[in-house]
């Protein structure tokens, strides 16, 4: 019998229970024994519902139960949940998680000690959900150097750029009706500004080169000032917005930003729309390689928590090798990441185009349907640093977004 306690029984951990039960039959051929939720934590009563009788207060009950196997946290933060984890591992046991606060900022160091007491740490929901993307990183891709990871790995976000993109609505109606649909939170902040999806690039890009990358250190853009108007030169060039984040090597270093981009639809990521999530790995021998699916929601995220479980319990007294070091990945500096981007300026063609190309060289002009007195234009290949020195110069600009 694998004894199982689960920390948290909000979305996540109580579609963990589910999934457990309602999969009990499957869950034992693929393991070769039966799994049981032996205790749930909460702070919460829940008085006749299925887990009353095994429903607990205090942590030192389970941490201090020999027979408890793995635990499993979906609670999120990093407190109690990193002093939860350190306890569990010390204690032999292995530890399955979503929380990617706590796998971004102690990743490497929860994987060392894991490996020190002959235990695990997993935390394939922490990043795109119910989508398989950890594992095969670690096991599937580890003959090819991985040299881009583009994502879109926030469903909030998506959701509004998309409805944005079919409706012509504007960023705070959308968000509203987001929050209603309880998409987004009630403190979108985390999402909108990107915050989210840094924290799991930083994630993926330190598995990918194996050296620890300190989310605070790359670069981070939101959705909060792309509007309606964007979304009608979009269309009129045949893309559309999605918010990546993004990270490759170049020239022996390696980049990481989170922004909006435009995109058309030679982008596989292009039709990646509403909450669904879509990573693009690229390798440099098998190429392409798409993760797609739900990035978020009660049983996706939970059929990824309980796909650790299965991990570790399959591998129960020994460590399953993933390459995430403690030392620190220096990032190449941003002002050095090369890119296009799309740029509206207020004013006639007429009359600042032959500015504009003095300052940026030769672009490409575009007018939206129904938008006057302004036009906009696509760069070439530029520095970051390189656009933000003729973006200082250049009269009448009022945005720009990255083109991918």
Not at 81 to 109: D, R
Not at 125 to 150: F, H, Q, Y
Not at 155 to 181: C, H, P, W
Not at 248 to 262: C, D, I, S, W
């Amino acid at each position: 019998m694998i004894h199982v306690a689960v920390l948290g029984y909000g979305t996540v951990g109580s579609g963990v229970v589910e999934v457990i039960s309602t999969n009990r039959e499957e869950l034992k051929n693929r393991i070769g024994d039966e799994v049981q939720v032996k205790y749930v934590l909460d702070l919460r009563e829940f008085p006749g519902s299925s887990i009353e009788k095994i429903l607990v207060h205090d942590f030192e009950t389970i941490v201090n139960d020999d027979e408890v196997d793995i635990v499993v946290e979906a609670m999120g933060g990093l407190n109690p949940a990193y002093s939860f984890a350190k306890a569990s591992l010390e204690h032999g046991k292995s530890y399955c998680t979503s929380n990617k606060e706590l796998v971004a900022k102690y990743g490497p160091e929860l994987l060392k000690l894991a490996e020190e007491k002959n235990s695990n740490f997993f935390f394939e929901a922490s990043v795109g959900g119910g989508i398989p993307v950890i594992r095969p990183l670690n096991e599937c891709l580890t003959a090819d150097k991985i040299l881009e990871i583009c994502g879109i790995l926030n469903g909030t976000t998506n959701y509004i750029l998309t409805k944005m993109s079919r409706e012509g609505l504007d960023f705070d109606t959308v968000l509203k009706e987001a929050q209603e649909l309880g998409y987004a939170e009630r403190n979108p902040e985390a999402d909108v500004e990107g915050y989210d999806a840094c924290r799991k690039i930083a994630i993926l890009t330190s598995l990918a080169y194996g050296k620890h990358i300190d989310f605070e250190d790359i670069y981070t853009e939101g959705i909060t000032k792309i509007t309606d108007v964007d979304f009608k030169y979009a269309a009129k060039m045949g893309r559309v917005i999605k918010l990546f984040g993004k990270s490759r090597q170049e020239n022996g270093k390696t980049y990481a930003m989170v922004a909006p981009f435009m995109i058309d639809e030679s982008n596989p990521l292009y039709s990646v729309n509403g909450v669904l999530n879509g990573i693009l790995v690229k390798g440099n021998m098998l190429g392409d390689t798409m993760f797609y699916g739900s990035g978020a929601g009660k049983l996706p995220t939970a059929s990824a928590v309980v796909s650790d479980v299965v991990e570790a319990a399959k591998h129960k007294g020994e460590t399953v090798r993933q390459i995430w070091s403690a030392q620190k990945l220096e990032l190449g500096e941003f002002k050095d990441y090369t890119g296009k981007f799309f740029v509206r300026v207020k004013g006639s063609e007429d009359e600042l185009l032959e500015e504009i190309t003095g300052l940026f060289g030769n672009v490409e002009v575009f007018h939206a349907d129904g938008v006057t007195g302004e036009f906009g234009f696509i760069t070439g290949s530029m520095k970051e640093s390189e656009f933000a020195s003729c973006a200082e110069k250049c009269r009448g600009m009022i945005t720009r977004i990255r083109v991918e």
